[in-house]
């Protein structure tokens, strides 16, 4: 039983750096969908379409392949460019770790983020400039409030996705849960209990987080019966 | 009904408003003049709250003006400016290809080559619209301040609550008008909130969210959520429509309240009694014009045209 507890332990070293990822991508993927959800919604055609090119470029390759390209693609390019570039400079691995994770998740949640915001009511915002604010101000007082409720949800889970997802980012170098027990399985060669460590170590983020999703959204019910 | 010291509040001229192909409006235009009430009757999909919803500028007209007590709320057309048409590019290039001046112009205006919008026609023209801008025009939120619009489906912000509605307009205009004392300014402002709760007796639902009103009650707050921003008019997009029948009543005294005290009112509304006891002025919208307007009188008992017979025999 022992090597299991310890498999389980060693997993969970690598916790802060699953974590830090995550929460790092989930903000730059909250900002930069935002950003992305305004842009499609925008009457510039430009920026409609450029939101939509790279929406679907980062839904139509596997998260992997963006990292691999992002780590050592991008580094090879410069270099054979001349210049001498390595992520090392620049804080090491987990930088482009959490820019391809941040930017990954922008386009899920730009989806999600517009979808909340078509959900709102039009008469809203026609209320809201009827009475003299800008549409930068009903977005910020009336739209973006009402969107948020909806929403949540879906960005708790988008946050559940990512915090799996980043088990690709020990390929690139970053030592998180996965990589973690890949490590002691390559040294103790305890390999069932080193990768039973590692699926505990998800599941004691992933499973508090979903069920509180589902409280949530039980509430939200609740409360929209009784209105 | 010529009156001396009449003061003109809102004027349209000439709207024309179309989506897509289909043409709502063909060249509407009046005017609304201080505490008058007008009452705006037509067909369902003849273009009323597409007429009112571009005296607001919620619909910007495909063309035409909208004044809001003498300032110009629509674009300024550059083509109406000889010296502004003078300055752009377009027409220096005409020059320089050996045109004359005047058939220059008329060229531009008749072609409307004014590349406007893509900034092509230069500082020299960018500077002159900008000077004719600051001199005629207001700005839209600005206009929009002035007058208040009541809709059919109430449209509370369900994020607040109802107190929150009424003040949240209010307090956002004296942040952006910078008020010194914005506190002293925010208590005025819900004491003006309690005062317009009170007047119709829901001051007790202050805490309370839209989701937990009746239709009746909402359409009473929205009213006084527009009457916060102490508008000078107030435009009525059918606002009974979506009420229960033993609501109408509550509303329409409100309404009946407002007109009495004096306000500007216009009202798109299919409640013809309403209507004949309120208003000053009734237009007929049909087909995209203003088919026919005068006293209640004029237009419920005496209708000229067929079309208006037709749809009064179908309403009364
Ligand atoms: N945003 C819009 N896009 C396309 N068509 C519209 C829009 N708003 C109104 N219309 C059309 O314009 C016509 C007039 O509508 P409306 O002004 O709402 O009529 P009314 O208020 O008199 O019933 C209708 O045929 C309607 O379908
Ligand atoms: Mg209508």
Same mark, same amino acid.
């Given at each position: ?13 690598g916790?802060?750096?699953t974590?830090?990822?995550?929460l790092?991508a989930?903000?730059?993927?909250a ?66 770790a959490?820019?391809?994770?941040g ?7 730009s989806? @999600? ?9 039009k ?6 400039r009827?009475l003299g604010m800008?549409?930068?101000m ?6 973006i ?9 879906? %960005?708790?889970?988008?946050f559940?996705?990512?915090? !799996? ?8 170098g ?7 027990g890949?490590?002691?399985n ?6 069932f ?22 409280? /949530?959204?039980? !509430?939200?019910? &609740? !409360? #929209?019966?009784?209105? | 009904?010529l009156?001396?010291?009449k003061?003109?509040?809102?004027e349209?001229k ?8 289909? +043409? ?29 919803r571009?005296m607001?500028?919620?619909e910007?007209p ?5 004044w ?7 674009p300024v *057309?550059p083509?109406?400016? /000889? ?11 005409l020059?320089?290809?050996g045109? *004359?001046?005047l *058939? ?19 500082? +020299?023209?960018?500077?002159?619209m ?8 207001i700005d839209?939120n600005?206009?929009r301040? =002035?007058?208040s619009?009541?809709?059919?489906? %109430?449209?509370? %912000? ?10 949240l ?6 942040? /952006?008008?910078? @008020? ?18 009170k007047?119709?007796?829901? #001051?007790? =639902? ?10 009746g009650?909402?359409?009473r707050?929205?009213?006084? &959520?527009?009457?916060a921003?102490n508008?000078?008019?107030?435009? %009525?997009?059918?606002p009974?429509?979506?009420?229960d ?27 013809m ?17 203003? !088919?026919?307007?005068?006293t209640?009188? #004029?237009?419920?008992?005496h ?5 208006l ?8």
């Amino acid at each position: 039983m022992g090597v299991y507890l310890k498999g389980f332990l060693i997993a969970c070293r690598g916790i802060p750096a699953t974590v830090a990822v995550s929460l790092i991508a989930i903000v730059i993927g909250a900002a930069f969908g935002l950003l992305l959800a305004l842009c499609s919604q925008t009457k510039s055609k430009v920026l409609q379409v450029l939101s939509k090119v790279y929406i679907d470029i980062v839904r139509g390759t596997p998260m992997l392949v963006q990292a691999l390209i992002m780590a050592y693609g991008i580094p090879w390019l410069l270099q054979s460019w001349g210049v001498g570039f390595k992520w090392d400079n620049f804080g090491g691995m987990v930088v482009p770790a959490v820019i391809v994770c941040g930017f990954n998740s922008a386009a899920y949640m730009s989806e @999600v983020i517009r979808s909340g915001i078509q959900a709102i009511d039009k008469g809203q915002m026609e209320a809201a400039r009827s009475l003299g604010m800008s549409h930068g101000m009903a977005m910020r007082l009336v739209i973006i409030p009402q969107a948020v409720r909806i929403i949540l949800p879906a %960005f708790a889970n988008e946050f559940v996705t990512l915090i !799996k997802e980043t088990s690709v980012l020990g390929y690139v170098g970053v030592v998180e849960i996965l990589r973690r027990g890949q490590l002691w399985n390559s040294s103790s060669f305890e390999t069932f209990p080193a990768y039973i460590g590692v699926a505990l170590a998800y599941m004691i983020l992933t499973i508090p987080l979903s069920k509180a999703i589902n409280g /949530y959204e039980r !509430k939200m019910a &609740r !409360k #929209e019966s009784a209105a | 009904m010529l009156n001396e010291n009449k003061e003109v509040m809102l004027e349209v001229k000439n709207i024309f408003k179309n989506f897509g192909d289909l +043409e709502v409006l063909k060249g509407v235009s009046t005017e609304v003049d201080k505490g008058e009430v007008i009452s705006i009757i037509g067909a369902s999909g003849s273009g009323k709250s597409t007429l009112l919803r571009c005296m607001n500028l919620l619909e910007e007209p495909t063309f035409g003006e909208v004044w809001i007590e003498g300032k110009l709320m629509t674009p300024v *057309d550059p083509y109406l400016h /000889y010296d502004v048409i003078k300055a752009s590019n377009t027409y220096k290039k005409l020059i320089a290809g050996g045109m *004359d001046e005047l *058939d220059a112009i008329m060229k531009i205006k008749q072609e409307d080559l004014l590349q406007e919008k893509s900034g092509k026609e230069g500082s +020299e023209y960018k500077s002159l619209m900008d000077k004719i801008y600051k001199e005629n025009h207001i700005d839209t939120n600005l206009g929009r301040r =002035k007058m208040s619009m009541v809709f059919q489906q %109430f449209n509370l %912000f369900n994020n607040l609550t109802v107190l929150e509605n009424i003040m949240l307009a209010p307090v956002e205009t004296a942040k /952006y008008n910078k @008020v010194k004392d914005l506190n002293g300014e925010k208590a005025k402002i819900r004491e003006q909130a309690f005062t317009l709760l009170k007047r119709i007796g829901l #001051e007790d =639902k202050a805490d309370v969210y839209p989701s937990k009103l009746s239709g009746g009650q909402k359409q009473r707050i929205a009213i006084v &959520r527009s009457l916060a921003m102490n508008p000078d008019v107030m435009l %009525f997009d059918e606002p009974t429509s979506a009420l229960d029948p033993e609501m109408i009543g509550e509303v329409l005294d409100l309404m009946k309240e407002l007109a009495q005290a004096g306000m500007t009112m216009v009202i798109v509304t299919h409640e013809m009694g309403f209507a004949k006891e309120v208003s000053d002025r009734v237009l007929f919208v049909d087909e995209g014009y203003i !088919k026919e307007e005068g006293t209640p009188e #004029e237009v419920f008992d005496h209708p000229k045209d067929p079309r208006l017979q037709d749809f009064l025999s179908k309403v009364l």
